[in-house]
């Protein structure tokens, strides 16, 4: 596998580059860069010291990584952006590294982050993600394995995206996002049931898709507060990893204390 840097690109002496590394037109590659044998960079892009990315990734012209965080705290702090294998970054992209809150932002592996998306800093997005154009993330979000986040939507800092959910476009993404369901809405961000299509595409049966959606009918529809609620969901059902998941979610989190909606299943 024969690496290609261009030789219009900048390369600081200090970046490693691995085996097969395509580098292209007028990209800048800074020192403290880590980059993974087989990954491609387009033309034009900036990749900033403190990045750390993976192998087989795809990053597409104007895509801006690793720079320094957007928040006023920032002094100057070494930290880093990391990105897993295989992940995919399209046009105009930009991704800054953490803060001394966690030290790092991280996208992993399998991931697909389509143009003008922005993860601002310590944001955590987990792996086989789908974000589509023009999503915004403020600093320290968490988005969950298999997460699919729709265009034009702006995801507040701190909020969490669970696992396996779906949030639909141009909404306000101002609570956190159970496992499992999709939401939306731009005026109000509430719940739209149960992400079942997703879930089965992604191979749940459908005795465990009957159980996620009565965890969610009790949460959301016995008129239950949230705590009597989880207690139910805890007593009556079986504890499998599904309804276990659930549970530490709500349990885990602030944001996720302020969200019921009733929605349907």
Partial sequence: MQSSI????????????????????????????EIGEGTE???????????????????????VLATAPQDLKFAGEKTALYIGDRTVIRECVTLNR?????????????????????????????????????????????VGDYAVIGGLTGVHQFVRIGRFSMVGGIARASLDVPPFVM????ETFRYEGLNAI????RGFTPEKITLIKSAYRIIFQSG??????????????????????????????????????????
């Avoid at 939401?183 to 731009?186: K, T």
């Fill in 198 to 201: 997703g879930l089965k595409r």
């Fill in 41 to 63: 960079i387009a033309p034009h892009v900036h990749i900033a010291s403190g990045a750390r990315i993976g192998r087989n990734c795809r990053i597409h012209s104007g895509a």
């Fill in 183 to 186: 939401a939306g809405g731009h």
């Fill in 98 to 142: 953490g803060t001394k809150a966690s030290g790092k932002t991280v996208v992993g592996s399998d991931c697909l982050i389509m143009a003008y998306v922005h993860a601002g800093h310590d944001c955590v997005i987990g792996n086989h993600v789908i974000i589509a154009n023009s999503v915004q993330f403020g600093g320290h979000c968490e």
């Fill in 224 to 265: 239950l507060l949230l705590t009597n609620a989880l207690e139910k969901v805890q007593s009556e059902l079986p504890q499998e990893a599904e309804i276990v998941e659930i549970l530490d979610f709500f349990a885990s989190g602030s944001h996720g204390r302020k969200f019921l909606r009733p929605f349907t299943l």
């Fill in 6 to 33: 261009h030789a219009t690109a900048v390369i600081g002496r200090g970046a490693l580059l691995g085996e097969g590394v395509i580098v292209g037109p007028y990209s800048v590659i800074e020192d403290d860069v």
